[in-house]
């Protein structure tokens, strides 16, 4: 069935006039779809959850439904009095009332409400932007910090489980594919070197968990500059998106993830690796806006793994990207053959910044 087709399953008013592909996330099919009535028009983001990632993609549903109506239901008092009008977006249910439609190949749809008049960027833009960025993930962390944990299921198995990104690594080196482009690429060797030398410090954040050192809370799990929505009247940021990866976690790989995305400057897409590095002024100016509303909530063990959180989600994601190019690019799409090297070498070019920078990182977070 078509994207055209399965829009019309969902409760909005008025007639179809277009299904657009977009957006540029890595994991699931993303539409934008306008509906017109004789008076007006209503907006929404269609989206095909890809089954092979989330092999449970009623999970996220079930995630998204409990965390939008107990923030919606608090949004409508913050708002009233806030610098600022904060949104999230919306299940749509469909026809019959569900979350979610199930087409015939067993493909989840789900829509959801379009924030208008903002917009998100894939790169940062300025130390304002990065200042937005922490300011949003900070009130975002704020607004579900009671949801009990045991409320939320678990979309991915080993989601921001550093170690168990090293085991599928572990497991695919060997075999006859991978070998093949280990011995024809020099950049797929210095990538597994990388790796190896960083071996020892994977673990850290489960061995937290593991000496109690660390709690789980509901995490974001993608908090990515990409995913944060900048009011284009304003120009403050308004809005989380990308709902798919809420569960229970530790709130350092979403702080890592947002600032290995707003620190660099040349963006996860870099073509130039040269350009890649971690840039102090845009650092201190997402952490800062986190802080804003983070400072409520912030233990003291939590700041002495900030640094650890900043290193360690670039090398995750680089691992990632690396494990799946070695793989045969099953799990992140990508636009051209060797996508994935691409994209872990620009990961690892940032970790590599991020540990030269480290006694001013660890200056600015104060521990
Ligand atoms: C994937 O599809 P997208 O862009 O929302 C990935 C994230 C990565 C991100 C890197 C479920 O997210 O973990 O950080 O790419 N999502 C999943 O851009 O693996
Ligand atoms: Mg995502």
Same mark, same amino acid.
């Given at each position: /069935?078509?994207?055209?087709?399965?829009?019309?399953?969902?409760?909005?008013? !008025? =007639?179809?006039?277009?299904?657009?592909?977009?957006?540029?996330?890595?994991?699931?099919?993303?539409?934008?779809?306008?509906?017109?009535?004789?008076?007006?028009?209503?907006?929404?983001?269609?989206?095909?959850?890809?089954?092979?990632?989330?092999?449970?993609? @009623?999970? #996220? /549903?079930?995630? /998204?439904?409990?965390?939008?109506?107990? +923030?919606?239901?608090?949004?409508?008092?913050?708002?009233?009095?806030?610098?600022?009008?904060?949104?999230?977006?919306?299940?749509?249910?469909?026809?019959?009332?569900?979350?979610?439609?199930?087409?015939?190949?067993?493909?989840?749809?789900?829509? #959801?409400?379009?924030?208008?008049?903002? =917009?998100?960027?894939?790169?940062?833009?300025?130390?304002?932007?990065?200042?937005?960025?922490?300011?949003?993930?900070?009130?975002?962390?704020?607004?579900?910090?009671?949801? &009990?944990?045991?409320?939320?299921?678990?979309?991915?198995? !080993?989601?921001?489980?550093?170690?168990?990104?090293?085991?599928?690594?572990?497991?695919?080196?060997?075999? &006859?594919?991978?070998?093949?482009?280990?011995?024809?690429?020099?950049?797929?060797?210095? +990538? /597994?070197?990388? #790796?190896? $030398?960083?071996?020892?410090?994977?673990?850290?954040? $489960?061995?937290?968990?593991?000496?109690?050192?660390?709690?789980?809370? &509901?995490?974001?799990?993608?908090?990515?500059?990409?995913?944060?929505? #900048?009011?284009?009247?304003?120009?403050?940021?308004?809005?989380?998106?990308?709902?798919?990866?809420?569960?229970?976690?530790?709130?350092?790989?979403?702080?890592?993830?947002?600032?290995? %995305?707003?620190?660099?400057?040349?963006?996860?897409?870099?073509?130039?690796?040269?350009?890649?590095?971690?840039?102090?002024?845009?650092?201190?100016?997402?952490?800062?806006?986190?802080?804003?509303?983070?400072?409520?909530?912030?233990?003291?063990?939590?700041?002495?793994?900030?640094?650890?959180?900043?290193?360690?989600? &670039?090398? @995750?994601?680089?691992?990632?990207?690396?494990?799946?190019?070695?793989?045969?690019?099953?799990?992140?799409?990508?636009?051209?053959?060797?996508?994935?090297?691409?994209?872990?070498?620009? =990961?690892?070019?940032?970790? @590599? %910044?991020?540990?030269?920078?480290?006694? =001013?990182?660890?200056?600015?977070?104060?521990?």
């Amino acid at each position: /069935m078509n994207a055209s087709l399965i829009a019309k399953c969902f409760e909005v008013n !008025g =007639q179809l006039v277009s299904v657009v592909p977009y957006g540029s996330g890595n994991i699931n099919d993303t539409y934008h779809v306008i509906f017109r009535t004789s008076y007006s028009e209503r907006r929404f983001i269609l989206q095909r959850i890809r089954k092979n990632v989330f092999p449970h993609p @009623e999970i #996220i /549903m079930d995630n /998204m439904r409990i965390v939008t109506d107990i +923030c919606h239901a608090k949004l409508k008092e913050i708002n009233e009095d806030s610098d600022r009008i904060w949104q999230l977006p919306k299940i749509i249910q469909t026809h019959d009332g569900k979350d979610f439609y199930e087409d015939g190949n067993g493909d989840l749809w789900r829509a #959801i409400t379009y924030i208008a008049s903002a =917009q998100s960027y894939e790169t940062v833009q300025s130390n304002d932007h990065a200042y937005e960025a922490g300011t949003v993930l900070g009130f975002f962390h704020n607004l579900i910090s009671d949801i &009990p944990i045991d409320s939320l299921g678990y979309v991915i198995k !080993g989601f921001h489980i550093t170690p168990s990104y090293l085991e599928q690594l572990d497991a695919v080196k060997n075999t &006859p594919y991978a070998k093949e482009l280990l011995s024809e690429h020099r950049e797929a060797r210095t +990538c /597994m070197r990388f #790796i190896e $030398e960083r071996r020892d410090f994977i673990p850290v954040f $489960e061995n937290a968990k593991a000496a109690g050192t660390l709690k789980l809370h &509901p995490t974001h799990g993608d908090p990515k500059v990409g995913n944060i929505l #900048i009011d284009a009247a304003t120009g403050k940021g308004t809005s989380i998106i990308d709902l798919d990866t809420i569960q229970p976690g530790l709130i350092h790989s979403d702080i890592g993830d947002a600032i290995r %995305s707003a620190c660099n400057p040349a963006g996860e897409d870099a073509n130039d690796l040269s350009t890649v590095r971690c840039d102090i002024d845009l650092f201190a100016s997402i952490w800062r806006g986190y802080k804003r509303h983070a400072k409520k909530f912030l233990t003291e063990a939590d700041y002495l793994y900030i640094y650890d959180a900043i290193r360690i989600l &670039p090398l @995750e994601l680089g691992l990632r990207f690396f494990a799946d190019y070695l793989n045969g690019d099953t799990y992140f799409k990508t636009r051209y053959v060797g996508h994935n090297l691409k994209r872990a070498l620009v =990961q690892f070019k940032l970790v @590599e %910044s991020i540990e030269n920078h480290e006694f =001013q990182i660890r200056k600015i977070i104060g521990v």
